[in-house]
Every structure is written in C-alpha cells, then in structure tokens.
C-alpha cells in the first residue's frame, strides 16, 4: 500500500469510530441512570458478563466505566440499558442477572426497575 491508500485508510477508520452526533441524557436521564448503577451495586443478585459472575458493586463498576466512554452517545435511561447495560460490546452476548433460582437478562431486569422508580417518582410529584 502506498501513503495515499493508508492516509485514507486513517482517515475512514477515525469517521467510523466518531462518536455519534445523539446528545448526552438531560438531567432527568442522569439522574436514572446514576440510579440504575447505584441499583445494580446494592444489589444482592449475580450478573453475569461473557460467562462470569459479578457481586453488584463490581457490576456497577463496569457498566459506570462503560457509560463513561459513551456517555455521548446515550441520551437517556433507555437508551442506557439498550446500549450500554444489556451486553457485552466485546462478545455480543447479553449481560444476566442471576437472583436466587431466578435468571432474566439485565435489559429485562433494568428496565423493569426503571419503569418502578419512573412510577415512583411520578407518584411523588
């Protein structure tokens, strides 16, 4: 390959991994989903990430540094499960929650808990 071919090689590589032009979350979606992270490190329930169990606060610790690289590109609570707390970027395969006999998928488990506080905090107003 001549220098041309790498330069424009470079330059396709670094518009692909861009960050995308979505908005951080407003303070309502921070505020969510600082609660979900604190949620999953109270948590007594095993999570699951590319076949090994996590105790929550480890969890939270992950999917904390996780949302912290692509906090841009999230721009809601929703949008954090979805894209940050349901899988694993690396493998594909998606993120369990493992609580007493019961297993779900943290997307299920996540968004569940999301719609009660939404609920709860609404009842509050």
Not at 46 to 67: I, M, Q
Request: glycine share 8%; aromatic share 6%; hydrophobic share 40%.
């Amino acid at each position: 390959m001549n220098r041309r071919t790498i330069g424009t090689l470079l330059a396709v590589l670094a518009l692909s991994v861009a960050p995308s032009a979505a908005a951080a979350p407003d303070a309502q979606g921070e505020r969510e989903i600082a609660y979900l992270i604190d949620y999953v490190a109270a948590s007594a329930c095993r999570f699951v990430r590319n076949g090994t169990e996590h105790p929550g606060p480890d969890a939270s610790k992950h999917l904390a540094t996780k949302y912290g690289r692509v906090r841009g590109r999230v721009d809601s609570a929703d949008s954090f499960i979805a894209n940050v707390a349901s899988g694993s970027s690396a493998s594909g395969e998606p993120y369990l929650v493992r609580c007493g006999t019961q297993q779900t998928t943290t997307r299920v488990w996540l968004t569940a808990e999301l719609a009660r506080y939404r609920r709860d905090t609404a009842a509050k107003k």
